[in-house]
């Protein structure tokens, strides 16, 4: 009988059905109550936060903290405490810059993956190490755009397709984007180490990642923090941790892996209403999402390469959204999956004044449009 079956034996009393898991995993992202911490430190608790866009993250906070002050993330940007760079799934975060050091060099081989899965075919027969090497050569003491790092690389490999030069450097090369950054535009960047003035952990850790993901996002499987970090090969790492990782069932028999200790309130634990951002890190960071959406919403949420904003209703995602302002009007447009009870809509409508407000600031009409 082997050590894993021996734990998950002992532990079969602890059964968690769909409702458990989702109040564990909400409890870790902040949702289950709004809280009173600083930006940085909710910022490490999530493991970071999905910056495909700018405004994001600024949402995702304000779901999830007491009085959330965009300037003070802002500020953070700024004194380079939080920084935006290429981490899981080859796709920007913002995450603090410890993280950063040690995550960048653990995730490395996702990134090498990337460059080579979208612009291998352009870089064929080129040398990965002269491509870097240049590429830090550019950005040595300076930020570049997207644009002028293509042009300096065309100069360098003629020929060749810029774009895809200018990727591999980003996804080859570890950097960050410089602030400020708005609403769009191309977004400097720049040497990661020189300008944090920090170094990269000289050794990669995987065990770290699974305490840190099993605390922001478990109780889960091998195969969820897989999807979430774009790192393959992750059983062997579970189970030479078998002995500092407690063994769950789930009411359908499959195996997930969480820390002694970890929060898992009671499914019946409510949860309140939520607005959750473009990309958010619920949404994206399981292989098997059925703990917030079932598959026929999951087809609703996530199409192609994009992730919807969300409606969280009693802890599941019961609806998608939009904000458009125009002129000084913002208005937010809900649609709904299923109808809601009158408790409930009138608790989506406090909520929506509320991500109006705050993400609106300086309208003079606010709309809810619910479809």
Same mark, same amino acid.
């Given at each position: ?23 564990? =995993? ?58 935006? #760079? ?67 690389? #065309? ?34 960047? =720049? ?60 009411? =359908? ?77 913002? =208005? ?40």
């Amino acid at each position: 009988m082997t050590a894993a079956f021996t734990r998950l034996t002992r532990k079969a009393t602890t059964v968690l059905d769909r409702r458990a898991i989702n109040r564990a =995993t909400l409890a870790r992202q902040l949702l289950l109550r709004r809280h009173d911490m600083g930006v940085l430190e909710a910022t490490e608790q999530l493991v970071g936060l999905q910056a495909q866009l700018p405004f994001p993250p600024y949402i995702g906070l304000q779901a999830r903290l007491e009085d959330f002050d965009r300037d003070e993330l802002a500020k953070l940007i700024l004194d380079r405490q939080i920084v935006r #760079s290429s981490l899981m799934r080859y796709t920007m975060h913002l995450v603090t810059t410890p993280d950063l050091l040690w995550l960048r060099p653990l995730l490395q081989p996702v990134l090498d993956r990337a460059q080579k899965g979208f612009f291998g075919r352009e870089t064929q027969g080129m040398d990965l190490g002269e491509i870097a090497a240049h590429g830090r050569k550019l950005l040595n003491g300076k930020a570049l755009t997207q644009v002028q790092l293509r042009e300096a690389m #065309s100069e360098r490999f003629p020929g060749r397709d810029p774009l895809s030069l200018a990727y591999s450097v980003q996804y080859l090369v570890p950097l960050v984007h410089v602030p400020p950054w708005g609403k769009g535009g191309s977004v400097p960047s =720049t040497l990661a180490e020189p300008f944090l003035d920090g170094k990269f952990a000289a050794q990669a850790d995987p065990r770290r990642l699974v305490r840190r993901y099993l605390a922001a996002f478990g109780p889960a499987t091998v195969k969820d923090l897989q999807a979430f970090s774009g790192l393959t090969f992750m059983a062997k790492v579970f189970k030479e941790m078998s002995d500092e990782l407690e063994v769950l069932i789930t009411d =359908t028999g499959q195996e997930l892996y969480d820390l002694p200790g970890a929060p898992r309130p009671d499914g019946d634990t409510p949860a309140p209403i939520r607005f959750l951002p473009e990309y958010d890190n619920l949404m994206v960071s399981h292989f098997d999402r059925s703990r917030v959406m079932d598959d026929d919403i999951r087809k609703r949420v996530c199409v192609g390469a994009g992730i919807a904003a969300t409606l969280l209703v009693d802890g599941f995602v019961r609806g998608i959204w939009k904000l458009k302002e125009q002129k000084k009007t913002a =208005t937010l447009t809900l649609t709904l999956f299923q109808p809601l009870s009158k408790k409930d809509f009138k608790a989506v409508e406090k909520e929506a004044d509320g991500v109006l407000r705050f993400a609106a600031p300086d309208a003079t009409t606010r709309e809810l449009v619910v479809e």
